[in-house]
Structure formats: C-alpha cells, structure tokens
C-alpha cells in the first residue's frame, strides 16, 4: 500500500463513521418529532374532552338554575316542603311525627357531634 492509500483508508472510514452518526441522528429527530406530535395530538384530544365536559356541566348548571327559579328560589322550595309536610300530617299524622322526631334526634346528634369537635 502506497502511503496514498494509507491515508485514504482513515478519511473513508472516518467519512463512513460521519454518515451513520448522521443518519443515527437523523432517525432519533425522527422518532422525536414523531412523538412530540402524537403528544400534541392525545393533549389535543384531551383538551377536547375537557372543553366537552365543561359544556355539559354548563349545561346541566344552566338547567339546575332554570328549575331552581322556576321552583321559585328558596322560599319556592320551602313553602313546597311545608304544603308536603301538611298533606303527609293530614294522611299518616303518626307516621309523619315519627320521622319528624327522626330527623330531629339526627340534628340535635349531628350539632353534639360538632360541638365535641370544636370544643378540643
């Protein structure tokens, strides 16, 4: 081998060496640019599912609200629940005292109950 081709030998593998890191980094910007555009899709995707989920629940508020007004607010409510409670007195006046009695022992409990929290 003439010194000519010694020095040729070096160059062409160096050369080859420079083409397959080229092409190595070639193919990782590939997969990364492939996978920073799947990740823009599934946030897309996500973004997409959450701007849906608002809406419903948007929705379903603007609905919540319709009928609370409609039902005439809280004082709506209430004289509904007193109208219910005189017809329930007047069809099973002792089935209805014994739930009253009920909800009231679960009152004065849930008010024990808060009250032995807050005093420690």
């Known amino acids: 081998m003439t010194e000519n081709e010694n020095v040729k030998q070096p160059e062409e ?3 080859s060496v420079q083409q397959e890191i080229a092409e190595e980094q070639k193919t990782i910007q590939d ?5 920073q555009k799947k990740l823009e899709e599934v946030n897309d995707d996500i973004q997409k599912d959450i701007d849906q989920f608002h809406q419903s629940m948007q929705a379903q508020y603007s609905e919540m609200e319709q009928e609370y007004m409609n039902a005439g607010g809280l004082k709506g409510i209430a004289k509904e629940k007193a109208e219910q409670l005189k017809e329930d007195l007047h069809s099973d006046p002792a089935g209805t005292a014994a739930e009253l009695g009920k909800k009231a022992l679960m009152a004065i409990g849930a008010f024990a109950i808060l009250k032995a ?4």
């Open 13 to 15: 593998k160096k050369a």
């Open 31 to 35: 997969e990364a640019a492939a996978g």
């Open 117 to 120: 929290l807050f005093r420690r």
